[in-house]
């Protein structure tokens, strides 16, 4: 008999599963209130393509700024976190913040921006997924290297002061 029931709480759990996957499926087609297109209501119009993003301007000067923070240290090394921020009033696309460092400080490793790096200079690149930085948005960044947790003697977001 436990066999039955089993089976029987089996199939009426897939019943309801499959009901609400349905009705999920109709809402989420339909989440603007408007039904489902039908066949007759299509119309011979061309294919839609994938839409631009918002134009994005390019940095002017002193539209943004960086900011630098030395966020944990140790013995031979630390962790620092660099934020870029848009003051200006319109999005903008791409940036890149070039980080003079002392000679001694060497980068081991980069997080949230494509980097290159020698011997005392970071550059910071914006990568696809956080290229576009809307207004009074900022991103966040950073670094560990070895050597002395000191600040970059300088400084430039898309080659203006920090």
Known sequence: MWHLTRDRVLMLTTAVMVVAAGTMTVLYLTKDGAAPPTSAARTSDP????????????AK????KAGYAVRSKWKDG???????????????QGWTVQLKLPKDVDVTSTWGAKAEHKTGELILQSQA????????????MG??????AAQPTSCTVNGSPC
């Open 61 to 64: 000067a002193g539209s943004m």
């Open 78 to 92: 630390f962790n620092a976190e660099v934020t870029v921020t848009n003051l200006g009033s319109q999005p903008i």
């Open 143 to 148: 670094f560990e290297a070895k050597g002395d």
């Open 47 to 58: 294919t839609p393509t994938a839409s631009a993003p918002p134009s994005a301007a390019p």
């Open 129 to 140: 997924w956080n290229t576009y930085l809307e207004a009074g948005g900022s991103i966040r």
